[in-house]
């Protein structure tokens, strides 16, 4: 069975910075598009960033020039580095990779539990 999860959530006070970590694991050819999205209370998932296999990437407007977001291809693993957080950041944030199975040899959309990012003073 292939899975995500994801660690590095936590509480911070604005201005603060924090790392969030997804690891795959199970029985994984390949890993094509790597991404993070986020879930307000009230609000719809909503794409932070996403990151290619050959390392291109793309940020939601509101994130940009604070997150980024990079991949270790040999450890199967998806980061996301946030600066300079604000109260408006808080959400439950969810890794999300489309992974080619061994067993099958197809591509699968496979989603994290997800973790709680609160930045609050």
């Known amino acids: 069975q292939v899975q995500l999860v994801e660690s590095g959530g936590g509480l911070v006070q604005p201005g603060g910075s924090l790392t969030l970590s997804c690891a795959a694991s199970?029985?994984?050819?390949?890993?094509?598009?790597m991404a993070w999205y986020r879930q307000a209370p009230g609000k719809e998932r909503e794409l932070v960033a996403a990151?290619?296999?050959?390392?291109?990437?793309n940020y939601a407007d509101s994130v940009k020039g604070r997150f980024t977001i990079s991949r270790d291809n040999v450890k199967n693993t998806v980061y996301l580095q946030m600066n300079g957080l604000k109260p408006e950041d808080t959400a439950v944030y969810y890794c999300?990779?489309?992974?080619?199975?061994?067993?099958?040899?197809?591509?699968?959309?496979?989603w994290g539990q997800g973790t709680l990012v609160t930045v609050s003073s």
């Open positions: 999300n990779a489309d992974i080619q199975r061994a067993a099958t040899w197809r591509y699968l959309e496979v």
């Open positions: 199970g029985r994984i050819l390949s890993i094509n598009t």
């Open positions: 990151v290619t296999v050959s390392g291109s990437t």
